[in-house]
């Protein structure tokens, strides 16, 4: 892992889980054949090098998008059982 391109990833998105998930879904598109957004450093880079290449140069981004209905915990169990 590039330890350069995690730093700066990690300042365009602070919140280090939504980070983790975010890379972890790229990789696993870069995985399944998707082609990379920006140009590897060599032929053999990792995807999650790549991935973090992405973020850092503001190429991949996450929202998070929270709801305003406030769910009670019996709306919330409700919906767990339903599943």
């Not at 602070?14 to 590897?40: A, D, E, T, W």
């Not at 032929?43 to 290449?53: F, G, R």
């Not at 919330?76 to 059982?81: S, T």
Request: aromatic share 2%.
């Amino acid at each position: 892992m590039n330890f350069e391109y995690l730093d700066a990833a990690v300042l365009r998105i602070p919140n280090k889980p939504l980070l983790i998930n975010l890379v972890s879904r790229r990789v696993k598109q870069l995985n399944m054949g998707q082609r990379p957004m920006v140009k590897p450093d060599h032929p053999h880079q990792e995807n999650l090098d790549i991935a973090l290449k992405e973020v850092m140069e503001g190429l991949l981004d996450a929202e998070v998008v929270t709801s305003s209905k406030k769910v009670t915990e019996e709306e919330a169990a409700d919906k767990l059982l339903s599943l």
